[in-house]
């Protein structure tokens, strides 16, 4: 296992502050995340980003090696971002926190390009983490009293996220994101050849249902699409590239094997087993940054009761891709960001 020392960079109080200034004067530039220019002066601004973290993070990327490190060390001004709101619908945008979102994308532009996804959180690109009242139960970055059970993100979507981000602005509760490594050799060689067949029946995570949005009627065949993907016989492998070391693609809670394949279900159930008992917790506070290799490391958040009053945790997300092509017959233009 990686020492902490591997998975964690902190900038400086001085540096935070550089860091925090140029945020502010980018957030009055431009008119929100979506914004075109922005996007595209991204690898331009993040030049001024500190080196060391620049290098740590291209190591993690380049070295393909751990599932997840840590950015720490940012400021959050709590009073100007305002309390945790109830909903991410209908708030202003860009709203006070819009600074930290451009870091998101500052950092997100190191490993590739951000993109989010038509059918989650009203086609927003930075999305929303924090508890929703009525939404205890489900398995949503918007839940809070279950388990939100380890996963892959989006790993029913071929062209999920390579890396993921998740920004902390406020956590008064230390409730703990949960990671969990996979270690191959732990696992029975019968197990891992059957994990590598496309044996195992995946759907979308609620996340991406009409019911959990707005849509639009632009956005009609696009949740069309996943509510037959709810239905579709989709078979894919769990494991798959290098077999001394392969990827992951799981969530267990959207996942089944067909009657009959027994094996199939031996092989879900002892690598559920085997990340279950290798999870971590890690805390993030105000000002951390986490990434994700989504194909390294699955992910989940630890139970929690939500307050509802200003304060619960809040985090912020982005998707980002190495590979922008293999998505491009979905996008419309070269340079859309959802798909």
Not at 193 to 200: D, G, K, V, Y
Request: charged letters at 30%; proline letters at 7%.
């Amino acid at each position: 296992m990686a020492s902490a020392t591997d998975r964690l960079s902190a900038v400086s109080p001085d540096v935070a502050q550089e860091i925090e200034e140029l945020t502010l004067r980018l957030a009055k530039r431009y008119d929100g995340p979506e914004d075109e220019e922005l996007l595209r002066e991204l690898p331009v601004v993040a030049a001024e980003l500190p080196a060391a973290q620049r290098r740590f993070l291209r190591g993690f990327a380049l070295d393909d090696a751990l599932g997840y490190c840590v950015v720490g060390g940012h400021t959050i001004d709590q009073t100007r971002i305002g309390p945790t709101p109830r909903h991410w619908r209908g708030r202003p945008r860009p709203g006070p926190e819009l600074a930290e979102e451009i870091l998101l994308l500052l950092y997100a532009c190191l490993l590739g390009e951000p993109f989010a996804w038509k059918t989650q959180q009203d086609g927003r690109l930075v999305h929303d983490v924090f508890p929703i009242k009525g939404y205890e139960t489900e398995q949503l970055g918007v839940g809070s009293t279950d388990l939100l059970t380890l996963h892959t993100e989006d790993a029913f979507h071929p062209w999920r996220a390579d890396f993921l981000l998740l920004g902390c602005l406020r956590n008064p509760r230390r409730v703990a994101t949960t990671v969990a490594e996979l270690d191959v050799r732990l696992l029975d060689p019968a197990h891992v050849r059957t994990l590598f067949q496309p044996r195992f029946l995946i759907r979308p995570d609620d996340s991406h249902l009409a019911e959990h949005n707005a849509p639009s009627d632009a956005y009609r065949e696009q949740f069309a699409e996943i509510a037959e993907m709810k239905r579709d016989d989709n078979r894919v492998a769990v494991l798959w590239g290098d077999p001394a070391s392969p990827y992951l693609r799981i969530d267990p809670y959207f996942m089944e094997v067909p009657d009959g394949d027994d094996e199939a279900a031996a092989a879900l159930a002892a690598v559920g087993g085997l990340l279950e008992g290798r999870t971590e917790d890690v805390v993030l506070r105000p000002g951390d940054v986490l990434f994700i290799n989504n194909h390294r490391l699955a992910h989940g958040r630890r139970p929690f009761i939500a307050s509802y009053d200003g304060t619960d945790r809040w985090l912020k997300r982005v998707s980002v891709t190495t590979d922008f092509r293999k998505s491009r017959e979905r996008r419309g233009t070269a340079t859309a960001r959802f798909i």
